[in-house]
Nanobody, 120 residues
Framework: QEQLVESGGGLVQAGGSLRLSCAAS????????MGWYRQAPGKQRELVAS???????DYADSVKGRFTISRDNANNIVYLRMNSLKPEDTAVYYC??????????????WGQGTQVTVSS
């Protein structure tokens, strides 16, 4: 059964940190790249970080140097460490396996996401 379960969000002050976790089903995770997406109110969902199965990471310019994506291949978990958070990082964060990032095509059904709110 395909499943993506995100956790770790919350309310934090600007400059603070959070670590998000995503438990994925093996069918989505194993051998595939994984990514963290976010969707702010009134905006489209965007890919902010991705990581290949061999740990090559890539980041959107808006989070480069502040966010770190990592994965635990033994337990099918992907993480997003977020430092130096800004109010503009406020969004619902989702994980999934990107198939075509230019068209936001993904491998699994979207989970519930986890809310991140950064206060100024």
């Amino acid at each position: 059964q395909e499943q993506l379960v995100e956790s770790g969000g919350g309310l934090v002050q600007a400059g603070g940190s959070l670590r998000l976790s995503c438990a994925a089903s093996r069918s989505i995770f194993s051998g595939n790249p994984m990514g963290w997406y976010r969707q702010a109110p009134g905006k489209q969902r965007e890919l902010v970080a991705s990581i290949t199965y061999s740990d090559r990471a890539d980041y959107a310019d808006s989070v480069k140097g502040r966010f770190t994506i990592s994965r635990d291949n033994a337990n099918n978990i992907v993480y997003l460490r977020m430092n130096s958070l800004k109010p503009e990082d406020t969004a619902v964060y989702y994980c999934n396996s990107p198939v075509d990032p230019t068209r936001n095509l993904v491998r699994g059904s979207w989970g519930q996401g986890t809310q991140v709110t950064v206060s100024s």
